[in-house]
């Protein structure tokens, strides 16, 4: 298993990114609509692109709240596949993975299988 000082960093880790999320969805989008066309057109663009933003943003604080379930309950690094641990490099690369890299390659490969299909 994984040594506490791995397991507070992650933690460390993974707050930081959810206050960093929370801090970004409270900041206020000024776009300037005023103008000519092409002003509008730009700032229908923005717009887009922040509500994109938003969603991913939702999904990635959803990651990071299981993430910090997982480390509460004990499950934390451990594959959902397999349930071998996930190794710490991977982990300090994206905290909130769920498979180890050979899991991940399987599928991968499957998803790729399906839609040749």
Do not use: H, W
Request: charge should be negative.
């Amino acid at each position: 298993m994984f040594k506490e000082t791995f397991l507070k960093e992650i933690k460390e880790i993974l707050l930081q990114k959810k206050n960093d999320l929370l801090n970004k969805s409270t900041e206020k989008l000024v776009i300037d609509t005023d103008g000519d066309e092409i002003d509008e057109v730009q700032a229908t663009q923005i717009i887009e692109l922040n509500n994109q933003l938003s969603t991913r943003n939702i999904a990635t604080l959803i990651q990071i709240e299981s993430a910090l379930c997982r480390l509460s309950n004990s499950t934390y690094g451990l594959c959902q596949d397999c349930e071998d641990e996930i190794f710490e490099k991977r982990l300090l690369a994206n905290p909130y993975f769920l498979t180890c890299v050979s899991c991940a390659e399987e599928r991968e490969i499957e998803s790729k299988q399906r839609k040749k299909v």
